[in-house]
């Protein structure tokens, strides 16, 4: 990611490539204009640009301001009051997406306040990804392109500053996620992905404990090892603790793992079946915003589990009709060797509510049901009451959307197994449900939040800070769950 750094320095001395500034709709049919920035805006008024929040315009600098060129970003709306912190992130995320090429970029918000001048820091930073690890690179250099630094102009120094140190944090945990995402699945499998989470963890005070096949065998495991016995790369568990001293809330996280998903012997089919590279996401978002927590020191107890295997066809491979034994004892019935996701994830939550924390929330791209019900930008969050609401308040102030849906009683029949416990399908309507009340069966009590992130997790269109491919949705939102929770004890 690049290099944060403030300045409080005029809009026309700032030196670098590009200035990006505001864009706001004219009145009465009027020309857009620049706050705060008059003389641009007289200049800019033959071109009549579009204002439309997130459209995009770079213009020469001419004598206006010492940048090379200014890059004025539509907000959509006249009034800066009018824009929520999101507005702002996406409008100025979609201002650095169009920057490859350019080394040094400035942020300015004329007129807004601090809160929202940290908004669109943060969206520009989270703009400026690009995963270029597997492109080739001509006359020895990655053509990476990359914002390798963004300035923020502001008079308020020590606000800046702290907008900055939160901003930092943010872009470097979404770009883990997106990182870990975007690794094509033949580099990025369970013991790899443990690897990575071993060395993302070095430095920082976190316990990584990790159980390989063998011991997940033992341990009774059953749910992971099915869904990993097709594959010639076998599962693996990584438990990450964080635990402060002085801590009195705790909360544990659970993330799916999927490094790719086939389908098993349930075959998917071939078309967008290179998109399931991204079925981990669940594990890589819950191990960032426990990075997130130790970075920020947060006084709060994190215990995360990430439950990670390959669903591969193999020889081996579980056969729709095998009944497996959970980590609990619970016996399942496994009638779609597809619907593997909640299998490894049960396993999982068992450990997790051993923990006894007072909040478990697990993370998965889970259901393709839950895509049709809510579309690809809208992530689903089922649960307790309590637990779901903690995430639907802590999404609202990250900007992530999310969607309640509940657990219709009636669907619970169709998950009761014939020669099982259960079964790890119910009827095909309300499929995202059936998932949902099947892991439910695994948390007992505990308060519990389910977040269903399969549209969003992946983009096939760039949105905003968001380009195509892994786009760390969610991150933001469990991080500050993770915030509420440990500024309320």
Do not use: C
Request: hydrophobic share 45%; aromatic share 4%; glycine share 12%.
């Amino acid at each position: 990611m690049p290099t944060l750094t403030a300045a409080n320095t005029a809009l026309t001395d700032v030196d670098v490539d590009v200035l990006i500034l505001p864009l706001v709709p004219g009145s009465d049919g009027a020309p857009s204009t620049v706050p705060g920035a008059a003389d641009i805006s007289s200049a800019i008024a033959s071109l009549d640009p579009s204002a439309a929040r997130g459209d995009v315009h770079r213009i020469p600098s001419y004598t206006f301001a010492s940048a090379g060129s200014l890059l004025l970003v539509g907000l959509g709306e006249a009034d800066l009051a009018e824009l929520s912190a999101e507005d702002l992130r996406l409008a100025y995320g979609a201002a650095a997406r169009s920057l490859v090429g350019v080394e040094r970029a400035a942020v300015a918000l004329p007129g807004g306040s601090p809160e929202q001048l940290a908004a669109a820091l943060e969206g520009a930073a989270l703009g400026a990804y690009t995963f270029t690890a597997f492109k080739s690179g001509t006359a020895g250099s990655a053509p990476d392109g990359a914002l390798a630094e963004i300035v923020l102009l502001a008079d308020d120094t020590a606000a800046a500053e702290s907008a900055i140190a939160r901003a930092e944090v943010l872009a470097d945990i979404v770009t883990v996620t997106r990182d870990l995402v975007n690794t094509p699945p033949n580099l990025l499998y369970p013991a790899e992905f443990a690897r990575r989470a071993e060395e993302l963890a070095a430095g920082l005070p976190l316990e990584v404990t990790v159980l390989d096949e063998q011991q997940l065998a033992e341990g009774g495991y059953g749910g992971i090892v099915g869904v990993g016995q097709g594959s010639a790369r076998p599962p693996r568990l990584v438990r990450l603790a964080y635990s402060p001293e002085g801590a009195t809330a705790s909360v544990a996280l659970v993330g799916k793992g999927i490094t790719f998903d086939t389908g098993g012997i349930s075959l998917k089919p071939g078309a967008g079946m290179d998109e399931m590279t991204s079925d981990m996401t669940g594990a890589a978002t819950v191990l960032a915003a426990t990075l997130g927590a130790a970075r920020l020191g947060l006084p709060i107890t994190v215990t995360t589990y990430l439950a990670l295997a390959e669903n591969m066809p193999g020889g081996g491979a579980q056969r729709p009709g095998d009944v497996v034994t959970m980590r609990n004892g619970t016996t399942v019935e496994v009638l779609n060797t597809d619907a593997e996701g909640r299998m490894v994830m049960a396993d999982a939550l068992v450990d997790a509510v051993a923990d006894e924390p007072d909040l478990v929330m697990d993370v998965a791209t889970l259901t393709g049901a839950a895509m049709v019900a809510l579309g690809k930008r809208t992530a689903a969050v089922m649960g307790t009451d309590a637990g779901r609401e903690s995430v639907l308040s802590a999404a609202e102030t990250a900007g992530e959307p999310f969607w309640p849906l509940p657990f219709p009683a009636e669907l619970r029949a169709d998950l009761t197994g014939r020669v099982a416990d259960l079964r790890n399908i119910g009827e095909r309507w309300g499929g995202a449900l059936s998932a949902g009340i099947f892991l439910s069966e695994f948390v007992g009590e505990t308060e519990w939040a389910h977040l269903d992130i399969a549209g969003p997790a992946f983009a096939s269109a760039p949105l905003g800070y968001m380009g195509k491919g892994a786009t760390g949705m969610s991150v933001r939102t469990v991080l500050q769950v993770l915030e509420d929770r440990a500024a309320a004890r």
